[in-house]
């Protein structure tokens, strides 16, 4: 395995990073997008990654991976800030989906995209986690989602070489990722 990294100014030390295949994936490309926080008066965050790579069977694959501001401060007072990251990463998306013939795009986090119901669009996102019934972590023994996983349509279509579904979306629950809710029951991610 290889990965990219960004070098964000979160105060913190906290980055973002893509962990691949070389075999599977041949990088074309890296970019950290930086959030400007002077703009609305927070600290600064973690910047969002955008990385461009060759599939194996030819395809460009463009990767967002972000980790959105933390709701520090509350989330009524924090909300904001993730709203303006997500409309700094949706017009970076926007962009790309002017100029690639095959919008081929895989991003980790929300943009208002919904589970794909009915007819898929080539340019519209697609989120493979909505609707999930398990979680991604657990707070006072209830499961929710956080991370998120969205895809463009044209990934969803069924195009020769590079495709995904929602079924093929999981969420991984190794028995090795979990520990025993001594509090609330049942399982929790384990902290690692």
Known sequence: ?????????????????????????KLLGKNSIRIPNEEIDRTPTRDILHVTGQVLSGDTLDVFVCHMPSRSGGEEKSEPYRLFTAQILHASVDSLMNVRRHPNILIAKVLGAVAPKGEVQATKLYNLMDGRKDGTYRYRGEWGILDQLIVSGFLLQGHAGIRTSYDKAQIVRFPFLL?????????????T
């Open 179 to 191: 520990e025993e809710d001594e509090k609330y029951g049942g399982d929790i991610p384990f902290r």
């Open 1 to 25: 395995y290889r990965y990219v990294m960004t070098d964000s100014p979160d105060q913190r030390g906290i980055d973002v990073a893509l962990l691949y295949q070389r075999g599977s994936f």
